[in-house]
Structure formats: structure tokens, C-alpha cells
């Protein structure tokens, strides 16, 4: 049997191509990580309404569902409301729901696009203001903010 001499740099070379080919599933793996927040976790529905009969309509379920509107408005067409701040699953941690509406002109009426993330602070006494935010998949939270949504502007053209 015979043995290979290999010299410091080559060596030094494929020392770090090995470890660069063992690289290539974590950076996959981030890869993908990376593409599912990517992904467009979004509801849409259409209305027949205008857009901003919709927005008032939006504003006041959200209002009655708990959460505080921060930013938005009719002429923008968007919308922004965060639930209350509530404790998470660890000491000190906390959590809490962003919710994001969006509409748009649509030939049928307006399109209402509801998006909602769930923002975490791992340890909210230590590290204030180092949250993460994780957009959540369309669910029940979403059908039923939209289910609402349906039943405000029916009670609006009622009145």
C-alpha cells in the first residue's frame, strides 16, 4: 500500500472544500427557512362595496375584536392593529398579533387581503424591543375577522 504526500496547501484546500460541502445542507435548510417567510401568507376576499364603506367597516371589527389600530387609513386603503401585549410561554416573554389589512380596487367591488403575524419578545424585561415576527398561515383567525368582516357591512346596508 501506498501513501499520498500531500503538501500543506493542498491540504489547507480540501480540508475547506469538505467543510464547505457539509455547509451546503445548513445553508439549504436556511434557505428554506427563508422561503416560507417569503410565502405569501395572505386571505383575500372580494366585496361589492366601496372601498372605504369597507374600511370603516374593517376598522370597526377589528376595534370590537380586541385590537388597537396603529397605523392606516380610507385614502391609504391599509390598516395596522396589534392585540394585547400578552405573556408567552417563558418567563418573561411576551406575545402579541399584528394584524395587516389591505385593500385594493377589484372589478367585482374591493378586495380585502388580511395578513396577521404573531410577534414575540423572548424575554421582554431584559432585552426590550428584541422581537421576532412570524407571519401566521391563513386560519381560522383569518376567516373569522373576515367572516365578521361579511356581517358588519350586511348590518351596514341595513341601517
Known amino acids: 500500500m501506498s501513501w499520498v504526500r500531500f ?3 493542498t491540504a489547507v484546500a480540501l480540508t475547506l472544500a469538505a467543510g464547505g460541502l457539509g455547509g ?3 445553508a439549504d435548510a436556511a434557505g428554506q427557512a427563508v422561503q416560507r417567510r417569503l410565502q405569501d401568507p395572505a386571505v383575500e376576499r372580494v366585496f361589492p362595496d366601496a372601498s372605504r364603506d369597507i374600511y370603516g367597516s374593517v376598522r370597526a371589527v377589528v376595534t370590537r375584536l380586541g385590537y388597537r389600530v396603529v397605523r392606516g387609513s380610507a385614502a391609504q386603503g391599509e390598516l395596522e ?3 394585547a401585549v400578552l405573556p408567552g410561554v417563558d ?3 411576551s406575545r402579541q398579533l399584528v394584524l395587516r389589512v389591505r385593500l385594493m380596487p377589484a372589478q367585482e367591488g374591493t378586495t380585502v ?3 396577521l403575524a404573531d410577534l414575540r419578545e423572548a424575554d421582554s424585561s431584559r432585552r426590550a424591543g428584541h422581537a421576532t415576527e412570524a407571519p401566521l398561515p391563513p386560519g381560522p ?3 373569522a375577522l ?3 368582516l361579511g356581517r358588519e357591512l350586511t348590518a351596514q346596508k341595513s341601517r
Open 113 to 115: 387581503r388580511v395578513r
Open 7 to 9: 503538501g500543506r496547501s
Open 146 to 148: 373576515l367572516a365578521e
Open 91 to 93: 418567563p418573561g416573554s
Open 141 to 143: 383567525r383569518h376567516e
Open 24 to 26: 451546503c445542507a445548513v
Open 81 to 83: 392593529a396589534v392585540s
